[in-house]
T-cell receptor, first 115, second 110 residues
Framework: DTGVSQDPRHKITKRGQNVTFRCDPI?????LYWYRQTLGQGPEFLTY????????KSRLLSDRFSAERPKGSFSTLEIQRTEQGDSAMYLC?????????????FGSGTRLTVV | DAKTTQPPSMDCAEGRAANLPCNHS???????VYWYRQIHSQGPQYIIH???NNETNEMASLIITEDRKSSTLILPHATLRDTAVYYC???????????FGKGTSLLVTP
């Protein structure tokens, strides 16, 4: 297994356009998380899935944001009508909820720049 | 989750032990202390976690005070590759919304 993969690594978009990011978690992990990180700050929680169910969403996740995880495998995060304030690193992580806790495994992130 | 407090930055000489402190005075009885680090331009990496006993793995040791109000992450022989931002997080077991804060920026120097 090559870990958590995120695509694309970088995305530049014009204000008002829609963008979609993809995350492929570690295959046996049943939890998947999305975080956002701006310059100089630590990652901030956006949402998470357990299998295919989206169980929690942060208030940071406005109506313009939507995340899916069909069939409990890969996940997508879509931002509609992007704004300059959406510029950030979007991080995906996965973990296995079981009797042992091995922490999250993060991907390398998708850096979004809205111009 | 309880708030944690970390110094914004620390230096350490290569080959020496790096001791990174964290205060979590309001931690509740069922909250664990997790440590992650983030090397520039990469996603965070899990290091270690503990509840009340000291823990050690191949990456680091975690020392938690008896009253659980503070902890120290120890990198026994720091290398240049350990230069990173280190985050101390208090969270329930397998918590889903980790509060990373700003962490401690550790610079390991030759």
């Amino acid at each position: 297994d090559t870990g958590v993969s995120q695509d694309p690594r970088h995305k530049i978009t014009k204000r008002g356009q829609n963008v979609t990011f993809r995350c492929d978690p570690i295959s046996e992990h049943n939890r998947l998380y999305w975080y956002r990180q701006t310059l100089g700050q630590g990652p901030e929680f956006l949402t998470y899935f357990q299998n295919e169910a989206q169980l929690e969403k942060s208030r940071l996740l406005s109506d313009r944001f939507s995340a899916e995880r069909p069939k409990g495998s890969f996940s997508t995060l879509e931002i509609q009508r992007t704004e300059q304030g959406d510029s950030a690193m979007y991080l995906c992580a996965s973990s296995f909820l079981g009797t042992e806790d091995y922490g999250y495994t993060f991907g390398s992130g998708t850096r979004l720049t809205v111009v | 989750d309880a708030k944690t407090t970390q110094p914004p930055s620390m230096d350490c000489a290569e080959g020496r032990a790096a001791n990174l402190p964290c205060n979590h005075s309001t931690i509740s009885g069922n909250e664990y202390v997790y440590w992650y680090r983030q090397i520039h331009s990469q996603g965070p990496q899990y290091i270690i976690h503990g509840l009340k006993n000291n823990e050690t793995n191949e990456m680091a040791s975690l020392i938690i005070t008896e009253d659980r109000k503070s902890s120290t992450l120890i990198l026994p022989h720091a290398t240049l590759r350990d230069t990173a931002v280190y985050y101390c997080i208090a969270s329930g077991y397998s918590g889903y919304a980790l509060n990373f804060g700003k962490g401690t920026s550790l610079l390991v120097t030759p």
